[in-house]
């Protein structure tokens, strides 16, 4: 990590005109991972080996009025996927705009929380669009949104907001802690605007619960995504359930495993329950980490025997 100290900031704008920043601190790193992946049962075929490289900037400075600004950036393979600036106001909480695949509030901050050493149940088996609204994964469809976390005792608030071209979209959520030692609960709702061209939504809602015990933790999670159109027959018209359980245990500090499993329930007699299983296996030596999965999915999409899977050894260098 490379640290480059007195950077000036420049000067801030809208609510915070009336206050100064200090000398702030720019970082930069990044990973490089190697990547061989092989498909099965009809999946992507090709070269199974592939490399990718993420670099990632992040900024800070404290204002005279005892808030912090930041931002960060990262890149993967040159382009731009996730970029954030957030106003940290101590107890009050973070105020941020969280830009691409930021993932930083709302639903689509707990879109998935069901523990897991590597790749979500239902990631990179190439199914398309495995991981969207359409398969009952929740999401925002805005590119940035207004966001807001805020912890407050044992509850936590994350909420998003974002104006669109025909209307506007919005998620919250609460998370619980410590009803007993160790169990976290969580209910989120809101709703995405189906699409550019009209004022449409999709009512997304999901509930999760996670236990800890020493190395073990235990999570499950359900999520409902309800087009304007529920009583369709397609993937996109007709309203689904997900339903995702798994357990990771942390072996010693550098090696974790999991298992899990996903159903996906589409509420039309046209299409089938989709299954996603996968297991995953992590294990870290200083900044080296050596991942293993292996996901399957079924029935993808609501056709009856349309399967595919995917196993992966990811080695991953952060720098």
């Known amino acids: 990590m490379n640290n480059f100290k007195k950077l000036g900031l420049t000067a801030l704008v809208g609510s915070l005109a009336a206050t100064t920043a200090h000398a702030g601190t720019l970082s930069v790193g990044g990973t490089a991972d190697f990547n061989y992946q092989t498909h099965g049962d009809g999946s992507a075929t090709g070269n199974p080996m592939s490399s990718t490289q993420d670099i990632s900037f992040g900024a800070s400075a404290d204002l005279d009025n005892g808030m912090t600004m930041s931002y960060s950036s990262n890149m993967t393979a040159s382009a731009i996927s996730a970029q954030s600036i957030t106003l940290d106001m101590g ?4 105020l941020g705009i969280y830009n691409l695949d930021s993932h930083g509030a709302g639903l689509s ?12 149940v239902w990631d990179d088996t190439g199914v398309t669009s495995h991981g969207g609204i359409d398969n009952g994964v929740l999401d925002h469809t805005a590119g940035s949104n207004l966001g807001y976390n805020g912890s407050f005792g044992d509850i936590t608030v994350s909420a998003a907001w974002a104006k669109t071209a025909s209307g506007a979209e919005g998620s919250a959520v609460l998370v619980y802690d410590n009803l007993i030692d160790g169990l976290s609960l969580g209910y989120g709702t809101g709703e995405s605007q189906e699409s550019a061209g009209n004022s449409l939504t999709t009512d997304q809602e999901t509930m999760f619960v996670k236990y800890t015990t020493g190395p073990v933790v235990f999570g499950f999670q359900r999520s409902v995504v309800t087009p304007s159109v529920a009583t369709g027959t397609t993937v996109s018209t007709t309203e689904k359930t997900r339903d995702g359980y798994g357990v990771s245990f942390a072996v010693n500090e550098n090696l974790s495993i999991s298992v899990g499993q996903s159903d996906l329930d589409f509420d039309t007699a046209s299409l089938v329950d989709q299954t996603d299983s996968g297991i995953s296996a992590s294990y870290t030596m200083g900044s080296t980490t050596i991942g293993l999965v292996h996901n399957r999915t079924e029935d993808a ?3 009856a025997a349309d399967d595919y899977d995917v196993s992966e050894l990811k080695i991953t260098f952060a720098f």
């Open 91 to 94: 107890d009050a909480g973070t």
């Open 109 to 120: 901050k707990y879109q998935d929380v069901v523990p897991t050493a590597g790749e979500q």
């Open 301 to 303: 999409a609501g056709v």
